[in-house]
């Protein structure tokens, strides 16, 4: 593809439900990183993948927070027992290398009623 | 730990004028990069500009330049001649090297465009 795909576009849940957020990086961009940004705010570093291991999860906020990347392409965050306080857009983004440039997806929008 | 401070909440300029947009940080450390980042309203994260913190030549990039101050540690984003495509939240990031490359953003400066 393109570029960074990430799908749903957009999620509506009930609290206390759980949900997969999926992210489609870039063919052959073995570094993929989560964000989440809550409105009016910029986004905030969640976790860090390189290749299939996840190199720093420290900024998942609690252990209702887990992401995985078995094959080291796709990846999907999961969230469960969601919280209104969980709504946010989730953000994706891939690099060739820890090192070069992050290229970002167009997020997924989290609401939780 | 990093931080990044965004003090402009709200920006407008007039079509084929300039603006400018401030960022400070707060970092203990010599080697890491600066970047400013263009979000739209379709979400998507597009990186207007790179500064390397060795390099002490300010970058630019077409319409875009910045102004960096190392020791002041300020990292501020001119847009010449701006353009109405131009209107979106623009963020500041710092990125540290040598670590896991995750980026700090800063909240964000919403600027809007005047024809």
């Known amino acids: 593809g393109a570029g960074v795909s990430q799908t749903p576009s957009n999620k509506v849940t009930e609290k206390g439900k759980y949900v997969e957020l999926r992210c489609d990086p870039i063919?052959?961009?073995?570094?993929l990183y989560w964000y989440r940004q809550s409105l009016g705010q910029g986004p905030e570093f969640l976790i860090y993948?390189?290749?299939?291991?996840?190199?720093?999860d420290s900024g998942l906020p609690n252990d209702r927070f887990f992401a995985v990347r078995p094959e080291g392409s796709v990846s999907t965050l999961k969230i469960q027992r969601t919280e209104r306080g969980d709504s946010a857009v989730y953000l994706c983004?891939?690099?060739?290398?820890?090192?070069?440039?992050?290229?970002f997806g167009p997020g997924t929008r989290l609401t939780v009623l | 730990a990093q931080t990044v401070t965004q003090s402009q909440p709200e920006m407008s300029v007039q079509e084929a004028e300039t603006v400018t947009l401030s960022c400070t940080y707060d970092?203990?450390?010599?080697?890491?990069?600066l970047f400013w980042y263009k979000q739209p309203p379709s979400r998507q994260m597009i990186l207007v500009i790179r500064?390397?913190?060795?390099?002490?030549q300010n970058a630019t990039e077409n319409r875009f330049s910045v102004n960096f101050q190392k020791a002041a540690k300020s990292f501020s984003l001119k847009i010449s001649d701006s353009q109405l495509g131009d209107a979106a939240m623009y963020f500041c990031?710092?990125?540290?090297?040598?670590?896991?490359?995750?980026?700090?953003f800063g909240k964000g400066t919403l600027l809007t465009v005047n024809p």
């Open positions: 993948f390189q290749g299939t291991g996840a190199a720093d």
């Open positions: 970092t203990s450390e010599s080697d890491y990069y």
């Open positions: 063919s052959g961009h073995t570094a």
């Open positions: 983004a891939s690099s060739l290398s820890p090192s070069n440039e992050q290229f």
């Open positions: 500064q390397e913190a060795y390099k002490q």
């Open positions: 990031a710092y990125l540290r090297k040598g670590s896991n490359y995750k980026l700090t």
